[in-house]
């Protein structure tokens, strides 16, 4: 069963709503760069279903000693929220209301990780029930993307030891702005399986592609999620504004990979040009 699924006795409405968001993950709605306090009460007070936030390691504002991670997207290395507090007041949040919120972790350096462990620890055991996703840009992709990949290796290995968390594992990419063509290669696609195969992975699997690059990747993309079926995997196709994005193709990508398989993650003006088919009503 997909990880977003939360294993409550939840009331009918809420049930059925899990059970579309299920069949369709391009249902799944997000809340972007929650990296203060501001932004969190505002997501959490939202009809999103899933928080992503950034974390590095920093300083909390006006506040002296080691770093710690924060929440916060480089550049910066200071904020309002560490990553501590973060989770705890979406647990607090979640306790009280059936409809739970998920967050997506996003990793900027090995380092924030590593230090990020313990404080992961608690959130990431079996009682606790709402989505957890650990994210990061494994591997070097498309287009000769020069930002440096998070280590792959210490990367799935300290996430296997929150089995239940969806291990988001993708590719740095060098796209938007005067590049508007590319693709991931069988290569870039191929590396990502060995890596998943040599360490063992064992958990759900999502893959972050960019929808400029995953539309003119279809076969490949198709071949990377069959590979990897048995950790019930997926794509989260993502883009940033203004990204060239050929929408014919997107959208066939995901109507051949399939609603279930698809987490869709763009900007609202994307999402309308795709035309997908509409939430059903599930009816007993």
């Given amino acids: 069963m997909f990880a977003f699924v939360v294993a409550l006795a939840l009331s009918a409405p809420v049930a059925l709503a899990e059970e579309e968001a299920m069949k369709n993950l391009t249902t ?58 973060f989770l705890t007041g979406v647990a607090q949040y979640n306790n009280v209301n059936a409809k739970q919120k998920g967050v997506k972790l996003d990793f900027k350096s090995i380092e924030a990780f590593e230090k990020a462990q313990d404080i992961i620890a608690p959130f990431s055991k079996p009682e606790v029930t709402f989505p957890l996703w650990l994210n990061a840009d494994i591997l070097p992709g498309p287009i000769k993307a020069t930002t440096k990949p998070v280590d792959a290796e210490k990367f799935i290995q300290l996430a296997s030891k929150h089995p239940r968390a969806v291990l988001s594992i993708g590719w740095t990419t060098n ?93 609202h003006e994307l999402a309308a040009k795709l035309h997908l088919p509409p939430p059903t009503n599930t009816k007993n």
């Fill in 175 to 267: 796209y938007g702005g005067n590049i508007t063509e590319g693709e991931y290669s069988r290569e870039q696609i191929g590396s990502m399986l060995r890596l998943v195969n040599e360490h063992n992975v064992n958990q759900t699997v999502t893959f972050p592609v960019r929808a400029g690059l995953a539309s003119n990747s279809q076969p490949v993309l198709l071949d990377l999620v069959r590979e990897t079926s048995s950790l019930n995997s997926s794509i989260t196709v993502w883009s940033s504004e203004g990204d060239n994005v050929e929408v014919d193709r997107l959208r066939a990508l995901i109507l051949t990979m399939g609603l279930e398989k698809t987490y869709l993650d763009v900007p």
């Fill in 28 to 85: 799944v709605t997000w809340a972007h760069a929650v990296n203060n306090k501001t932004y969190l009460e505002a997501a959490l007070a939202s009809e999103l279903s899933m928080l992503e936030a950034d974390v590095v390691l920093g300083h909390i504002s006006g506040k002296d000693g080691p770093p710690i991670p924060i929440m916060a997207h480089p550049p910066l290395t200071t904020s309002d929220l560490s990553l501590g507090d």
